[in-house]
């Protein structure tokens, strides 16, 4: 099945042509963008590697979607390769290791936003095409291609939003994030912080609670203490990082409380405490399409046919709240969003000729 989609805009007009499965099961992935056009006849060389920062269930999509890419575009090899442990000096040696096993374009989660665009200088320097995925460095520069990640002070703001209409517009909030040394935390803090700020003063809050999301079990305990010295006080829950969300969720059932849920990303448990009623939304991202439109983005680079018209460009890759109400359909809108990021690469981001 072949599908096209034209778009219109003036003279940065362009058509993406992407086939999984082209008429006779021949030719090529195709793409024109700024005027000209880059199609991709040949992949074969080009083989991506896509490697997070550590083990976290947030990139298990990623594995789906490389698999997916590499058919999609016919690449010479889509991997996914993690460490066990978030460690930054491990993630370079598994990089330069993959580099040298002829891997030539690579879409990282970095371990330290404050250190990654070292790395990623490094593996440029060696002519290997980059993108910084699902995270962008600490800071206003990028040495990686592109970055294409979550706009997380937007997500965190609209987690914060969420948690203030399921509150009736006042009350108390709890945060619950991530390491407070990572960039991203501080993004979310200033999202939260911004939601709570425009509410005028009718909603308050409580604590930003930092350096749960080791894993599951510190964010249980984390959040059953804060409930049982706290509970009371606290209307609100909104949890910008993966673990504690989920720990949200089963403490405020277990222990009857009343606060408003909201969590972030589409776990079983999140989603089904969604239509149980016992969490109000949740903020998801898309890290599918980061990894699709990552590595064909990659493959467009490291084949010379398109290059970036800026340089280290960030590109938000989504975020959406989901509600009992749109708990069905949601991922209609994030795959949209997907097929939308496309068309910007194609029109905006890259230069094809």
Known sequence: MVAVALLATGSAACTLKNSGEPAG????????????????????????????????????????????????????DVRFDETAEWDQQKQNNLLSTLAARGYNAFGVFGVSPTDINTTFADLKSQGLTVASLGSCPAGTKDEADFCLSTDVELAAYKAARATIDAMGGKGRILHLTGNNVDANTQLRIKGVARAVRESGGEVKLLQTVTDIDKDLQTAQKAVSDLLTAKGKQIQGIVSTAYNPAVAAADAVRSAGSRAKVVAIDDDAKILGSIEQGTVAATVVQNPVGQAEIGAWALALLQTEKCTMRRPGQSVDSGSFVVTKENLATYDRARKAKTDQLKKQFADDVLTCG
């Open 25 to 76: 099961g021949r030719g090529p992935a195709s793409a024109r963008a700024g005027g000209g056009s880059a199609v991709l006849d040949d992949g074969s060389a080009t083989k991506v590697a896509l490697v997070p920062g550590g083990a976290h269930p947030y990139f298990q999509p990623w594995k789906t979607a490389g698999a997916r890419a590499k058919k999609t575009y016919r690449l010479g």
